[in-house]
């Protein structure tokens, strides 16, 4: 069974940075791209940036330059990173880490969420 745990997040002042991280583990199958999705209260969820299994990676407008998105493997676990710079109270919503196991899966997997407050 696919099991997400995140960390990270919590409150930090305008300019600050913090770092996400989401551990990945239980699948049997080759991870094909991995995520970090936000959504700010009353709006939908969006892309933040992902990273594919060749290493490509993928930015929104509004954070590139800002926040970097890496990936570690260890053995039976793999670890998403987010590293966001330069935060803004525009930033602040839950993040959420996001994998999917395509073409042998083809579900989306979501991790719990982790709040992100931008504010001083």
């Known amino acids: 069974q696919v099991q997400l745990m995140e960390s990270g997040g919590g409150l930090v002042q305008p300019g600050g940075s913090v770092r996400l991280s989401c551990a990945a583990s239980g699948s049997i199958f080759p991870i094909n791209a991995m995520g970090w999705y936000r959504q700010a209260p009353g709006k939908q969820r969006d892309l933040v940036a992902q990273?594919?299994?060749?290493?490509?990676?993928?930015?929104a407008d509004s954070v590139k330059g800002r926040f970097t998105i890496s990936r570690d493997n260890a053995k039976n676990t793999v670890y998403l990173n987010l590293q966001m710079n330069s935060l803004k109270p525009e930033d602040t919503a839950v993040y959420y880490c996001?994998?999917?196991?395509?073409?042998?899966?083809?579900?989306?997997?979501w991790g719990q969420g982790t709040q992100v407050t931008v504010s001083s």
């Open positions: 996001n994998v999917d196991y395509r073409p042998y899966d083809a579900r989306d997997y």
């Open positions: 990273i594919t299994r060749r290493g490509s990676t993928n930015y």
